[in-house]
């Protein structure tokens, strides 16, 4: 016997739960892709996603997942011998990092460790060592879904513009928009990433990158964009096939409408404001659990918590069993330790995520918690008490 039928919970931080709303939309035939419908579909798209964003600027659509707006977005302002400043946080931003390298672009990248955000005063000492800027972009991660930092990408601006230094700032915004505030022309953001399997709530396999006229303006200069990643055209097609470089993606863009007015119905503060509400319920229960036992918030600063992903450390003999316990006996999948090896847990056995981005509520995040427990209990690994009541304040007095 297992406890596991029935409706599941993929707690994983991308792809994440999908509305029946948005699947249903994307349960059609092939529509036709030269004239009607979707074409309109596609235009009304563009406002929302800049809504979204918090930019009046331009948006290209790739069809592709976050490493393609990895290589997309670096493709239209840096070229091979271009030097860019990568702050890192965990393992997304290395990852960035890789894409330049790959690029022939050299990277020097500020590690910050795998339990904090970026140090925006760091990051300014950089930039002001670079008398005779080299620099072309500093590329940040607001949340790095490996260790669920978060960082402040407004401070990295006011940072940046304090030593004078004329970088771009481009900032990876996959995991938190939709998710965590995030406002890209108030906070000064050049060119920013997006994806549409997380807060976005639509299948994997849509991308977008958004960017202002000052990255427009250094996109000009290049001497040549490879033609598939040109934003250019994407921004302002002449033809529909344009802005997809060939086929659109159609079911996704009837998804990715459908997504959207849950969005824009909800409101985007109440949305940044569920999340908050629903992470600050399991970081409640986290603390009670660290009272007595090897569970611990992977970052103990709040300001630097993300409020789509929480990454946990409970101990290298505990976390894969836990986990395990958790899809086979209850249907509630969690997140693997990502990028969180160790010399003595070289697979990250000790560290899980719980996932809580896009389309999640109360009873979920609540039924979550119970589980976890549940699963503690039945697998003797030592936890402080008090968890749900906790969790159960925070949702109550919210
Ligand atoms: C998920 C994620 C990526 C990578 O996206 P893929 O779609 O898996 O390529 C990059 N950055 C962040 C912050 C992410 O959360």
Redesign the pocket.
């Known amino acids: 016997m297992t406890l596991a039928h029935g409706q599941g919970y993929l707690a994983i931080?991308?792809p994440s739960v999908m509305p029946e709303a948005v699947l249903r939309a994307m349960h059609r035939g092939a529509p036709n892709i030269y004239e009607g419908e979707l074409i309109d579909l596609t235009h009304g798209l563009l406002p929302d996603l800049k809504m979204v964003a918090g930019t009046a600027h331009d948006a290209a659509i790739y069809i592709g997942?976050?490493?393609?707006v990895?290589e997309a977005s670096l493709a239209n302002v840096l070229s091979a011998g271009d030097k860019v400043l990568v702050p890192v946080a965990g393992s997304?931003g290395l990852?960035?990092s890789d894409v330049a390298a790959g690029r022939g672009i050299e990277t020097d990248v500020v590690d910050f460790g795998r339990r904090g955000a970026i140090d925006p005063a760091r990051v300014a000492e950089a930039l002001a060592a670079d008398k005779d800027h080299k620099i072309k972009a500093v590329l940040a991660?607001?949340?790095?879904?490996s260790t669920s930092a978060k960082s402040d990408i407004a401070a990295i601006r006011v940072a940046m513009d304090a030593v004078g230094h004329p970088a771009l700032l481009m900032a990876?915004c996959?995991?938190?928009l939709g998710c965590d505030r995030f406002e890209m022309d108030a906070w000064g953001v050049d060119v920013m990433v997006a994806?549409s399997?997380?807060g976005l709530m639509v299948p994997?396999g849509m991308?977008f990158v958004f960017f202002n006229d000052r990255a427009q303006a250094v996109r000009a200069q290049q001497e040549r964009v490879s033609k598939y990643w040109d934003w250019v055209p994407r921004a302002n097609p002449e033809f529909y096939y344009q802005l997809f470089c060939g086929t659109a993606p159609t079911h996704h863009l009837y998804g990715l409408r459908v997504a959207l007015d849950m969005i824009k119905d909800e409101g985007l503060e109440a949305v940044w404001r569920r999340h908050e509400v629903l992470a600050r319920t399991i970081w409640a229960a986290g603390d009670a659990w660290a009272t007595g036992g090897p569970f611990e918030l992977n970052i103990p600063d709040v300001a630097a918590r993300s409020h789509a992903v929480t990454s946990l450390r409970i101990g290298k003999e505990h976390g894969t069993r836990l986990r395990r316990w958790c899809q086979d006996q209850a249907g509630l999948t969690l997140g693997i330790g990502l990028g969180m090896s160790t010399q003595d847990d070289p697979k990250g056995d000790g560290f899980f995520r719980f996932g809580h981005m896009g389309h999640v509520n109360a009873q979920m995040i609540l039924g979550m918690l119970a589980t976890v427990q549940t699963g503690m209990r039945v697998l003797d690994i030592p936890h402080g008490s008090g968890a749900l009541e906790a969790a159960a304040d925070v949702i109550a007095s919210a």
């Open positions: 931080p991308g997942n976050g490493h393609a990895w997304f990852g960035w991660v607001h949340v790095d879904t990876d996959i995991a938190s994806a399997q997380k994997p991308a």
